[in-house]
């Protein structure tokens, strides 16, 4: 596991001032000139493109070390997949959520079927280092297919009135999506995704902590989890 610091030399600004920019636009949303007016108000005159390559570089970086920090997740997967288009093609957005609401993992794939269920799942049980106790998907044969070659025993429910909690972790980003207006590249938006969904797991309270008292220990947690991620206290 990779612990090292995230540098940010050779930068004008501060990491204090990259760091709070992209938790912005990671968080929040906002798009890239709303962040540079709400810097601006702060006296920091950084333009919207100097903040759309900050959250290209270190938007990741930080994603990676906030996933590093979590605490194993739960035992039963929901599996889902939502489309997509980029520049007129149609690709889907596979996603892994546990009971919890956690978002495991989100895997762009180009096509539909039982080789990307494959690579979702295989690549879930190599990074998380168990298989989990069940999977709920939809009605998708391909994931049948899936756990029959990859975990003949896993027990398997599949129907769509169940993978409600995988479907409405799709919300989040359709909101997002439609305030950035498109995407730019495959590249691109595995990218962003990655970093949204790491935020999100770390700044969205469960329904578990909902009173006024514990939502407050949960973001002043998520905060604190933010800042050693960043390396920009």
Known sequence: MNSSPISYKRHRFPPQIIAHA????????????????MLLQRGVDASYE???????????????????RQDRPGDVWHLDEVVVRISGRKYWLWRAVDQHGFVLDEILQPKRDKRAAKRLLRNLIKRLGFIPKRIITDKLRSYSATKREIAPGL??????????????????????????????????????????SAVRNYFSV???RRSALTIRYHRLEALDAWIAATGAA
Do not use: C
């Open 22 to 37: 992209v938790w912005l636009y990671a968080r929040f949303n906002l798009s890239l000139r709303e962040v540079e007016e």
């Open 206 to 208: 469960p329904a578990r």
């Open 50 to 68: 100097t903040v759309r390559r900050w959250v290209i570089k270190f938007g990741p970086q930080i994603a990676r070390k906030l996933r590093q």
């Open 155 to 196: 027990d398997h429910w599949s129907h769509k009135g169940l993978n409600n909690r995988a479907e409405n972790s799709h919300l989040p980003f359709r909101k997002r999506e439609r305030t950035m207006q498109g995407h730019r590249s495959p590249g691109g938006l595995q990218r962003f995704v990655a970093t949204h």
